[in-house]
């Protein structure tokens, strides 16, 4: 679980908002976690899926498997395996409601950390 606590960490140095981690382990068996987050526009939306592939990459040296997403940058979506980063614009995130379709899985507590 520690790669998504530091991608909602990077997402949120970079300025996403209402950054949540959902345990969906137990439930779907694909992945262990799902990070959802959101940006204003699609220029913030980009700039904080770079964020969390950056940081991950140096610390603890993970790449994704694959991004999906990252031309429209209403949703970029980043499958590292063992959870899934997604990274949303306001709207959409409001459309499709990921953590009410998830609401009776726990939720991780994390906290905002200045990253260098």
Known sequence: MTGAL????????????DTVVLDVGDVIG????????????????????????????VEPGISPIRI????????????????????FGEETRGFFQLEHLWADVPRLAWEP????
Not at 6 to 17: E, I, R, V
Not at 31 to 55: D, H, Q
Not at 72 to 87: R, S
Not at 113 to 116: E, G, M, S
């Open 6 to 17: 530091l991608a909602a960490a990077a997402a949120s140095a970079k300025g996403g908002t």
């Open 30 to 57: 694909i992945t262990g976690a799902f990070v959802i987050t959101s940006g204003s526009n699609p220029r913030l939306v980009k700039a904080i899926a770079e964020e969390v592939e950056a940081k991950l990459k």
């Open 68 to 87: 999906e997403g990252a031309g429209g940058a209403e949703w970029i979506l980043m499958d590292y395996g063992d959870f899934v980063v997604h990274v």
């Open 113 to 116: 950390v200045v990253l260098a």
